[in-house]
């Protein structure tokens, strides 16, 4: 039974596979097709990635494209809702025939549109998705980022080293495979380095009232909380845990990254910390120059983490068609598996057997209701 | 759980479930006048929330930030905001169906309800992505030993408790609620009686939307994130709480409220539980629509039919 549900799909994506390849070859533009949270609960980092992914295309383009031709985006809205990735990337390779796929932030997302990417042989590469299990969806997937298992390890070493932390308690959102990937991971190398949990709690992404386990969270006395969540769930988090006296630093993973997590948290934000993949005043050369482009190209905004990620993905998928000389899907895979020492503006980085990034990862306190680029944690 | 967690936990669960009291009450009221949900309701609280958004910063700017009455202010214009678009939903979508079946209107209802989120999703009216709600008044914490008492924990259950009891001096003690109470008994009847029906079911529509209004500023003052679906979950638990405390009833819609927020909380804070925090409210619906069907206030009526 299961098999007839994904032949037909599978032989309708066949089809429309083979009449788009002969389309084509006739084409004046290579088509790249994205799709990110552009709105919903979680916009900016849909947005930022989309315009990191932008300035990247304009840049390829304007020194002349790649194999003589220049590069087309094509960007669908997934609303941040679960559902959408699949049409978004149905349309993109049937309806557009796309040559490959950019996207999406968020883990959940991801994983939809990973299997029908890997059914079509059209190459995928997400910019910042961190489960494992994204890229296990097939050889034609890939990511511009480190995965969960070396972002909770970090973590917890942070907790126990940087913060001294050995008392932790943690609280999960039940509804995101990003939330329950990274506490895992966290949790497994936290205990492995002494450390205990005193609470494990959960919420469901979008609630709005977490005093109830905040407050067991508090009678557990732990010296910190660890919140792998996105951002809206946790400016909320870190405002109730004000109101309820927790006064402890909050620490999570890169799904704090975002301008609205100060916009919702304001001054509760503050002494909080999290793990990104780079961050804007970490004073690197490239990085400093793309600030600089990147301010100019969108009305002075400072860019964030999944930005840098959007326009490294890009730029990594350039390199690579440039690489294979073709833009036939086994081909192209081939290229991007092949890609070694990448010279990106998130740092140096590989692609592993896995098809994961190999890189480092940063630390950010927030401070004065800014961002402060804190450490360095190599793999 | 010692003594003073459960404490803590109880001021939790009665602020939340204040709200969700609040928002029943608007639910209640409409169906004891009209005998239909209005599920649009949800959507109002949400329009109510917005409309301070745009609000507070003006009045901010004649009174100074986060001062009582301009506070006060932002939630009486809201509230008047909302009651124009309460009433203007009835008479778009609701009027025309008078006379049809409540099935109809109560499916017409889903669809207003559903027009109004994802037409707010557009980028040129809300858009869908999460606004901050500025802080309309300097929050406190009271501590009393290691319990935390916050001012907004004290300040929705008095606005819900001086609510319920205006609402049930409208109903009981004036004129147009008596003119309510006739048309809830008998349309046709009130009408022949010389009872403007049209006028009153406005009526009812717009004080319920003012209601809405009061509950998605007190809800917003509570989680200051705000986006164009944020009504669909305290909307869906005031629901359950209007039936569980007897649909129509007043004081049974804010018995209901405090009764899912409360053991929605106790849930939320214990381990291995805080994951099915909301299979309880949609349990406890179960379990009343079970054993007392007309809800634990609610009086038994037989339907003829």
Same mark, same amino acid.
């Given at each position: ?379 | ?145 290691? *319990?935390?008492? +916050?001012?907004?924990?004290? =300040?929705?259950?008095?606005?819900? %408790?001086? !609510? /319920? ?114 299979? *309880?409210?949609? +349990?406890?619906?179960?379990? =009343?629509?079970?054993?007392?069907? %007309?809800? !634990? /206030? ?8």
């Amino acid at each position: 039974m299961k098999l007839r549900h994904f032949a037909i799909p599978a032989f309708a994506v066949c089809l429309a596979l083979g009449l788009s390849n002969c389309k084509k070859g006739g084409g004046d533009t290579i088509k790249v097709g994205e799709f990110a949270s552009l709105t919903g609960k979680e916009a900016t980092f849909g947005m930022s990635s989309h315009e990191g992914t932008l300035l990247a295309i304009e840049e390829v383009n304007a020194t002349g494209g790649v194999l003589g031709k220049k590069v087309e985006l094509l960007t669908e809205d997934d609303q941040s809702k679960p559902g959408e990735p699949a049409n978004a990337v149905n349309k993109l390779i049937s309806k557009d025939s796309v040559v490959a796929i950019l996207g999406e932030v968020a883990s959940s997302r991801s994983l939809e549109a990973a299997p029908i990417c890997q059914q079509s042989q059209i190459p995928m590469i997400s910019p910042a998705s961190t489960n494992p299990s994204v890229t296990q969806a097939g050889d034609y997937v890939f990511r511009a980022c480190f995965t969960d298992p070396f972002q909770g390890a970090a973590l917890a070493n942070f907790s126990t080293g940087t913060l001294k932390a050995t008392k932790v308690a943690m609280l999960t959102d039940v509804k995101s495979d990003y939330s329950k990937g990274l506490a895992k991971c966290f949790k497994d190398k936290f205990l492995a380095n002494g450390g205990t949990l005193t609470t494990e709690l959960d919420y469901n992404g979008g609630d709005k009232d977490f005093k109830a386990q905040l407050t067991t969270i508090k009678n557990g006395n732990p010296q910190a909380v660890f919140v792998p969540g996105y951002y809206t769930d946790v400016a909320l988090i870190a405002i109730q845990a004000k109101q309820i006296g927790l006064t402890v630093p909050l620490f999570g993973g890169d799904g704090w990254e975002s301008s609205v997590l100060l916009d919702i948290g304001k001054d509760d934000m503050n002494g909080n910390y999290f793990s990104t993949h780079c961050a804007a005043d970490q004073g690197t050369p490239k990085m400093t120059a793309f600030v600089e482009s990147y301010k100019k190209r969108f009305n002075g905004k400072v860019p964030d983490a999944m930005a840098v990620l959007g326009y490294d993905s890009a730029m990594l998928l350039a390199d690579a068609i440039k690489r294979a000389g073709t833009t036939e899907g086994p081909k192209l895979r081939d290229a991007i598996a092949a890609t070694k020492d990448f010279e990106g503006v998130s740092g140096k980085f590989s692609l592993n057997a896995d098809r994961d990034a190999v890189k480092a990862l940063v630390f950010i306190k927030i401070e004065g209701g800014k961002f402060r680029y804190t450490a360095t944690v190599n793999p | 759980m010692d003594f003073q967690q459960t404490i803590q936990q109880l001021i939790n669960g009665l602020g939340l479930g204040s709200i969700y009291a609040l928002i029943a009450l608007g639910y209640t009221m409409v169906y004891g006048v009209l005998r239909f949900i209005n599920f649009a309701h949800s959507d109002v609280l949400m329009l109510g929330a917005f409309s301070a958004l745009y609000i507070a910063p003006k009045v901010e700017k004649v009174l100074g930030p986060q001062s009582v009455t301009g506070a006060i202010l932002v939630i009486v214009f809201s509230a008047a905001v909302c009651a124009c678009l309460g009433m203007l939903i009835e008479f778009l979508a609701y009027r025309p169906l008078r006379n049809r079946p409540k099935l109809t209107v109560l499916i017409t209802a889903i669809g207003v309800s559903l027009f109004i989120e994802f037409t707010c999703q557009n980028d040129a009216i809300f858009g869908s992505a999460t606004r901050a709600f500025p802080k309309l008044l300097p929050e406190q914490q009271f501590h009393l030993g290691k *319990i935390v008492l +916050g001012s907004n924990d004290i =300040i929705v259950p008095v606005v819900t %408790a001086l !609510l /319920l009891v205006g609402m049930w001096f409208i109903v009981q003690k004036t004129r147009i609620g008596t003119a309510m109470r006739a048309v809830s008994f008998n349309q046709q009847a009130a009408s022949l009686m010389g009872v403007p029906v049209n006028r009153i079911i406005s009526f009812t529509f717009g004080l319920g939307s003012a209601l809405a209004a009061v509950a998605g500023i007190l809800y917003s003052m509570k989680a200051p994130g705000i986006e164009p679906l944020m009504g669909v979950q305290p909307g869906l638990r005031a629901f359950i709480a209007a039936v569980v405390g007897g649909i129509g009833n007043l004081p049974g819609a804010v018995l209901g409220g405090l009764l899912i927020g409360v053991l929605e909380t106790f849930a939320g804070g214990i381990p291995g539980l805080s994951n099915y925090r909301d299979a *309880i409210a949609f +349990g406890i619906l179960i379990l =009343i629509l079970l054993f007392k069907p %007309a809800g !634990l /206030l609610g009086r038994a009526t037989i339907e003829k039919v």
